[in-house]
């Protein structure tokens, strides 16, 4: 069974400064898809990053990139530049069938202005 | 592009009745997922529909049932409601089995 584990309850980070969430993972399966969502206080999950297990490359969007260690199962989220917007709870997902995506418990970050 | 849609929003129920909570999903998204999220945990994956036919389903009983509806809207049914039913609900909906959309999901009391 596929498991991810994100061990940091919350962070918090000074406004303008970088911070990155820790996510690890469990898996047999050899393709998979890993997932950053950040999760407002409106409750809707809003998809961050993506990145496909088979590809190298780290995922970056703007101010938010990952650190994939496909061997460590390891995906880290970075945000550098912080904002007041992004204050939210992020959860990392992992899924190897492009559904069924299975769930850390969450990290909460808060931005100090 | 009008996103995804659930209702109600907030819905507070007797334990042992049933409740039916609803998503409209966008035009052309074939596939709908439901998910229940615990206070202060992740997601757990209930069930995925696919063209009105169930195509996926996570370790839940199956007093938890669902339909998926042609004009790509969806419910999730859950009868004799237990105290450990209490959470938020959350339907995502892909055109395409990934790049999910959430709805901002239904929080259900059971009392």
């Known amino acids: 069974a596929q498991t991810v584990t994100q061990s940091q309850p919350e962070m918090s980070v000074q406004e303008a400064e970088t911070v990155t969430l820790s996510c690890t993972y469990d898996?047999?399966?050899?393709?998979?898809?890993l997932f950053w969502y950040k999760q407002p206080p409106s409750r809707q999950m809003i998809l961050v990053i993506r990145?496909?297990?088979?590809k190298q490359q780290n995922a970056t969007e703007n101010r938010f990139s990952v650190n994939f260690q496909k061997a460590a199962k390891s995906f880290s989220l970075k945000i550098s530049d912080s904002q007041l917007g992004d204050a939210a709870m992020y959860f990392c997902?992992?899924?190897?069938?492009?559904?069924?995506?299975?769930w850390g418990a969450g990290t909460k970050l808060i931005i100090k202005p | 592009e009008t996103g995804v849609t659930q209702s109600p929003t907030h819905l507070i129920k007797t334990r042992g009745q049933q409740v039916t909570l609803r998503c409209s999903s966008q035009?052309?998204?074939?596939?709908v997922s439901w998910y229940q999220q615990a206070l202060g945990q992740g997601p757990q994956f209930i069930f995925q529909?696919?063209?009105?036919?169930?195509?996926g389903r996570g370790n839940f009983p199956p007093r938890f049932s669902g339909l998926q509806f042609p004009n790509y809207s969806s419910e999730l049914n859950v009868n004799a409601l237990e105290l450990d039913d209490s959470a938020l609900y959350l339907c995502?909906?892909?055109?395409?089995?990934?790049?999910?959309?959430f709805g901002s999901g239904t929080r259900l009391t059971v009392v």
């Open positions: 995502a909906s892909s055109p395409n089995n990934y790049g999910y959309t």
């Open positions: 035009s052309g998204h074939n596939t």
């Open positions: 529909y696919y063209r009105e036919e169930e195509n």
């Open positions: 898996t047999s399966e050899s393709d998979y898809y």
């Open positions: 990145q496909e297990a088979y």
């Open positions: 997902a992992s899924t190897p069938r492009e559904y069924q995506l299975i």
